[in-house]
C-alpha cells in the first residue's frame, strides 16, 4: 500500500544512447539467438525509466510477447543464513548439466532503498554467472518495489523469448516480495536450515503456506540428522495449513548445496508438480490469473499515484490524516473531502 | 481488490424520514444516555446509503467521536460448527454478569450476496439479546465488503458512545471478513473444535496468525480430554508461528461454552493482554495504526472506484484486460492507456 504512495523516481540519464537504442528489430533477433549481450541491452530498456527507452523497451516485449511462457518459472526464498545463493549456484549448474538453460532473477525490495541489490555481489554466483547455460541478472534497483516487480516480471518474458527454459526468481524476505515473486512463479520453495524452532519463530507470518515445497538444505555431516528431524516437523506443520496449489501436497525435502546431495530429488519433485499441474490445468489457470492480477494490482498503483501526487490532495492529505487520527472528523468525512477536492 | 470495482448498491429509500432524521442533539443526548432505541436510530442512520442519511449520521459520529474509544475490542471468527454465537452467548452473559455492558457486532461477507446476515436469524442469541447489559446488532446487508466495514466500525464506536465497554465484532470465515475484524479490534479470537487435525487443513491461510487466542470449544463431556490434546496441538503449531501482538504471546485455552466452563479464564487472558499492551503502548499504537489503514483503505476504494465506474474506463477495460491475457499488449502499455483515457 505504502508504494503507491510514493512515485518512481526518475532513472539517471544513459550517456551512449545510440547503443541501446539500436534498430527494435535487430534486437528482437539477438534476443530470439540467444545472445546475451542483445538480452542484456533489451533488459536495460526495460529497467529504464525514461520514456523513450520505456515505449522503446514495451515495444520489444510486446513484439516478443508471442515467444513467451515457454519456462517453469520457479520462486526460491528462504531465512537468512539458509545459503539461497549457494543454492541456486549448485541447483542451477545441475540443471545445465543436464541440458537446461537457466535464468536467474532477483526482487529486492532493499534495492530500493539502497540502490545495491542481493544479486549485485559480484563474487556470488560466480560459477553459474560463468556457465554457458545460465544467465544471471542482479535486482533492479532504485524505485519503488512496485518498480522492482513490473522489471523482474518483465525482464523474466525477456529471458523466456531468449530460450530460457528455467527460470529462477530469488528473493529474500523483507516486506511484500514473497508474494510478489508467489505472484508472479509457478512454483515456490522455501530454503530454511536446522535450528530446532526457535530459529523458526521468527519466520515471516504465511510464508509456509506460500510454498510448494520447503527445503532443508544443509543436510551434511554432523547435521544430517537434525536436518531430517527439522524435515520431519515441518511435514508436521504442513499437515496443518492449506497448500499452495491445488491438486498439490506441499513437500519438504533435505539437500546439501554445498556436497550437491539431494538435489536430483528437488527437481524431480518440480517436475512432477509441473506435470500434475499440467494435466488438471491448474497450471494455466494460474498464469492467467497472475497475469489478470498484475494488471489491476499495476493500475491500482497508477491510480492511487494519481490520486497522491496530485498538488492539492498532496498540500491538503497530512492535515485531513491527523484530523482523523485526533477524531475532529470522521473517516468517511475526510473520504469524501478528499474526493471533492481530487474531482476538482 | 474485487470490492473496490463495484459500486455500493443504493440502499432502499426510508418511509418515515421524520422518525429517522430527529434532532441531532437529541439524538446525541439520547445515545449518551444509553438509550437503546436512539442508538438504533443512529446505527440505521450510519447504515444508510442516502446523502441525507449519510450527512446525518458522518456529523452525529462527529460529534460523538470524544466518547468513543473507552472499550476494549473484542474480534471472534471460528471454523463452521465451533459452536461461535452459543460461545457468544455465554461468554456475553458472563461478562454482563460481572457489570460490563457488551455490544455484539457482526461482519458477514455474505449478507453482501445475500441481503442476509449470520445475526439476521431472529433465534440466535435470544437469552443475551434481552439482557438489558447487552446490545446485538446484525451485520449490515446490502453493498460491497467495503461498506459492510464502514458501517460496522462505525456502529462500533456509536456503541462506545453509548457506553458499551466491551464491543465483541463476530464474524464468519469468508473472504477477507477476518483480516477486516483484525483491523478494527484490538484482541482477536479464534474458536475452534478438536478434530485431530484433518479437520484443521481446511482452516484458511494465515487466519491462526492474526489471533491472540485460541479457544478449543466443547471440551466437555467425552470430549474433554480430546479438547486437552488438540490444545496443546495448536500450542505447538503457535511455537512455530509469529504472534500477533507484539510482546504477547498467543494462548491456547479450551472451554465449553454449552456447560460455561473456562469462560472465566479466557476474560482474565483477555484483561492480561490489555494490560500488558496498554503499559507497553502497543494497544495505543494499534488503535492510532488501524485508524490510519482505514483511512487509507477507505481512500483506495473510492480512488479505484472512481476509475472503474468511469464510462471511458468501464467500456473499454474488457477489451484491454483480454489483449494483455492474449499478448497483443503489454500490461505496461495497457496501463499507459488506459490512464491516458482516464486522464482525459
Redesign the interface.
Given at each position: 500500500?505504502a508504494d503507491?504512495f510514493n512515485q518512481e523516481k526518475p532513472a539517471r540519464k544513459f550517456r551512449k544512447k545510440s547503443k541501446v537504442l539500436q534498430p527494435i528489430d535487430d534486437l528482437i533477433e539477438g534476443v530470439r539467438a540467444g545472445n546475451r549481450r542483445d538480452l542484456a541491452r533489451a533488459i536495460t530498456l526495460i529497467e529504464s525509466n525514461s520514456p523513450e527507452h520505456?515505449n522503446h523497451g514495451?515495444e520489444l516485449?510486446?513484439k516478443l510477447?508471442?515467444h513467451?511462457g515457454n519456462s517453469i518459472r520457479i520462486g526460491i526464498t528462504g531465512v537468512p543464513g539458509a545459503g539461497k545463493s549457494t543454492f541456486i549456484e549448485t541447483f542451477g549448474e545441475s540443471l545445465c548439466e543436464q541440458g537446461h538453460t537457466v535464468a536467474v532473477l532477483a526482487v529486492d525490495p532493499s534495492s530500493t532503498v539502497t540502490g545495491g541489490s542481493i544479486l549485485g555481489d559480484k563474487t556470488r554466483m560466480e560459477n553459474l554467472s560463468r556457465n554457458p547455460g545460465a544467465f544471471v541478472r542482479p535486482s533492479p534497483s532504485g524505485g519503488v518495489l512496485g518498480g522492482v516487480h513490473?522489471k523482474t516480471r518483465?525482464t523474466m518474458l525477456l529471458c523466456e523469448a531468449a530460450g530460457y527454459d528455467i527460470i529462477l526468481v530469488e528473493t529474500v524476505g523483507v516486506g511484500q516480495s514473497e508474494v510478489i515473486v508467489r505472484g508472479m512463479v509457478d512454483f515456490f520453495m522455501l530454503l530454511v536450515i536446522t535450528g530446532a524452532?526457535d530459529e523458526?519463530?521468527?519466520?515471516?507470518?504465511?510464508i509456509m503456506?506460500l510454498a510448494d515445497l520447503i527445503v532443508v538444505n544443509k543436510a551434511d555431516g554432523d547435521n544430517f540428522h537434525a536436518a531430517q528431524k527439522t524435515r520431519r516437523e515441518y511435514k508436521g506443520?504442513l499437515?496443518?495449513?492449506?497448500p499452495a496449489t491445488k491438486g498439490w501436497e506441499t513437500q519438504a525435502l533435505t539437500c546439501s548445496a554445498l556436497r550437491s546431495t539431494g538435489i536430483e530429488e528437488i527437481w524431480n519433485t518440480i517436475s512432477l508438480f509441473e506435470k500434475i499441474t499440467k494435466d488438471s490445468g491448474v497450471f494455466d489457470e494460474r498464469r492467467?490469473s497472475q497475469?489478470?492480477?498484475?494488471?489491476?494490482?499495476?493500475?491500482?498503483d497508477?491510480?492511487?499515484n494519481?490520486?497522491f501526487q496530485d498538488p492539492v490532495i498532496k498540500s491538503s492529505f497530512p492535515d485531513i490524516?491527523s484530523s482523523?487520527?485526533a477524531?475532529?472528523?470522521?473517516?468517511?468525512?475526510?473520504?469524501e473531502k478528499?474526493?471533492n477536492l481530487?474531482?476538482k
Open positions: 500500500m503507491a520505456f514495451q516485449l510486446k510477447a508471442p513467451t513490473r518483465e524452532g523458526l519463530q521468527g519466520m515471516k507470518k504465511g503456506e506443520i499437515h496443518f495449513l492449506q492467467r497475469t489478470k492480477e498484475w494488471l489491476h494490482s499495476m493500475i491500482s497508477r491510480v492511487l494519481h490520486f490524516e482523523v487520527i477524531g475532529s472528523q470522521t473517516a468517511s468525512q475526510a473520504v478528499l474526493m481530487y474531482k
